[in-house]
């Protein structure tokens, strides 16, 4: 009984400099399993020819994304979700990787990558993993590590006791005194009071609006 191929990872490459994009399709085309499937430079066609063939995985070289900006990546990335978007080309630069990470790049690979990185990548991304240099890594550590940080204080900076932040998420949930009484095994009338203390800490005149401003500084979600 003979064996199931395996599809090929169809990647669609995008580099201004025809001698780069050249070698790159050839590099990438004799990997194993791994099919490009166009090798273009920018224009105003790309855009609709990548909606059209949506491949799996579409490598921008660094050049492109120095022409068109990094908004050029959610023009792909949101209409085209399951498309993988791998920058190649890049400089060890932590402010434009955590750039690229936001814009929906999946795989940053730096200028000095070899072919097999860049195959690496290619295969790694399109298993939805993610790839970028260590040297990185730290960054996007450091990253998460302060957005919680931040998050933690924009809570903090209310005054709000941990039982208050728990109702203000329950009120932001629309539930009523007496739900909220029901889930948290309290008497209706002690969460009352701790409605009543929260909005006078928040100063919010009614529930709506004191959910509405811990939302806002990130107490709920």
Known sequence: MGTESVPSI???????NRLLREALAKVLGNKDGIRVVAAVAL???VVPRIKDMSPRILAIDSSVLAKAGLEFIPTVHVPLPSTKILALGM?????T???????GVSGYVLKEAS???VAFAVRTVAENGGVCPPSLCITLFNHVASSASQAYQGKAK?????????LATMIAQNLSNKEIASQLNLSEQTVKNHVHRMLRKLGASDRLSAAEMCRLEGVVS
């Not at 169809?10 to 201004?16: H, Q």
């Not at 400089?91 to 402010?95: F, M, Q, S, V, Y």
């Not at 209310?158 to 728990?166: N, V």
């Open 10 to 16: 169809d990647v669609f490459l995008l580099a201004e």
């Open 115 to 117: 072919a097999n990185e």
């Open 97 to 103: 990787f955590l750039r690229c990470v936001r814009a």
């Open 91 to 95: 400089d060890n630069n932590a402010h």
């Open 158 to 166: 209310l005054g709000l006791t941990r039982r208050e932040q728990q």
């Open 43 to 45: 224009d105003e066609t």
